[in-house]
């Protein structure tokens, strides 16, 4: 009813495509769902429409190409093929810089995935320091292990100690060693890296200074 009163005999709905519609005195004005949309009529004057955002960009076919997973999450099926050719993804340059944490003192260090890998742990003091390795590891997980003092100084023997029953691979710059744990005297501004190379049993650690 218009304001003020009077009646009102009929009104235009207009789309972004289509023919608009002239809704007449008696009509029902349907707001339609589609494609991951439905609306809900409820109160009086009110439609709620409400959007799947689980599952999208479907080749009709029920086959994803993109799928929602949670808030600012999206997942895209492997191997996609656009128009008939693999899609070339392009991205601004940008830089990587990798988390780090300093050991300043001489300690004993239990290293752990959530914490510790991918990290540059780094030894700036000039004792000794013992690290160990997490009995449970994934392969792939790594830790890598900088030695860097004020100066050109040497350090302290680095001890790299896998859990009971796993062991360390790595060429010591004289020998290769396999053992449970492995001595490491670095020069400064080296490092040393250790692999997991099979869950939760073996390492491999390669170092800058061997």
């Known amino acids: 009813t218009p304001s003020g009163g009077g009646t009102m005999s009929s009104f235009s709905l207009a789309g972004d495509s289509g023919t608009p519609q002239t809704i007449t005195d008696g009509n029902t004005l349907d707001i339609a769902g589609g494609t991951g949309i439905d609306t809900v009529a409820g109160a009086t004057d009110t439609v709620t429409i409400s959007v799947d955002v689980s599952d999208f960009m479907t080749n009709g076919v029920n086959n994803r190409v993109l799928t929602a997973t949670g808030t600012d999450a999206m997942n895209a099926e492997a191997n996609m093929t656009f128009d008939g050719s ?40 000039t004792g000794t320091h013992t690290f160990n390795l997490p009995a449970s590891s994934s392969v792939g997980e790594h830790y890598t292990i900088v030695y860097g003092p004020a100066a050109t100084t040497t350090s302290g023997a680095v001890t790299i100690d896998a859990a009971a029953g796993d062991n360390i691979t790595w060429y010591d710059g004289s020998a290769s060693v396999y053992a449970n744990a492995i001595t490491w005297t670095p020069k400064a501004g080296s490092a040393i890296t250790i692999i997991c190379s099979s869950a939760s049993s073996a390492w491999v650690a390669i170092g800058t200074d061997q």
């Open 86 to 125: 693999t899609l070339d993804v392009l991205g601004a340059g940008r830089t990587y810089e990798g988390s780090t944490t300093i050991y300043a003192v001489s300690a004993t260090t239990n290293l752990t995935a959530a914490n510790d890998a991918g990290k540059y742990l780094i030894k700036s003091h």
